[in-house]
Nanobody, 124 residues
Framework: QVQLAESGGGLVQAGGSLRLSCAASGRTFSTYTMGWFRRFPGKEREFVAA????????YYADSVKGRFTISRDNAKNTVYLQMNSLKPENTAVYYC?????????????????WGQGTQVTVSS
């Protein structure tokens, strides 16, 4: 079992940056694949990025490639999402998610553990 808590959301102007953090409880964090998802109003959560525990490999949604970077610090039980060159259309609630096992997973149904989400608002 792992519990997740996101932080770092807020209001930023277009073109700005934010770094989201997700702190995880549990002693086996290093064996969890971690993902970031986001939910637009009235929509289902969509995949943003994932990072494997085994080799640190990453995978991104096409819409964020080159602007967002996912990383993890296993010593701090924390995963990050660095978001640069933010656009108003990036406004959403961002969630981190976790699952046991290696690999890169893009479907929300593959993640059993979720944080409560953090709001990111990008003004034009």
């Amino acid at each position: 079992q792992v519990q997740l808590a996101e932080s770092g959301g807020g209001l930023v102007q277009a073109g700005g940056s934010l770094r989201l953090s997700c702190a995880a409880s549990g002693r086996t964090f290093s064996t969890y694949t971690m993902g970031w998802f986001r939910r637009f109003p009235g929509k289902e959560r969509e995949f943003v990025a994932a990072i494997s525990w085994s080799d640190g490999s990453t995978y991104y949604a096409d819409s964020v490639k080159g602007r967002f970077t996912i990383s993890r610090d296993n010593a701090k039980n924390t995963v990050y999402l660095q978001m640069n060159s933010l656009k108003p259309e990036n406004t959403a609630v961002y969630y981190c998610a976790a699952r046991r096992g290696s690999g890169l997973f893009v479907n929300r149904s593959e993640y059993p553990y979720w944080g409560q989400g953090t709001q990111v608002t990008v003004s034009s």
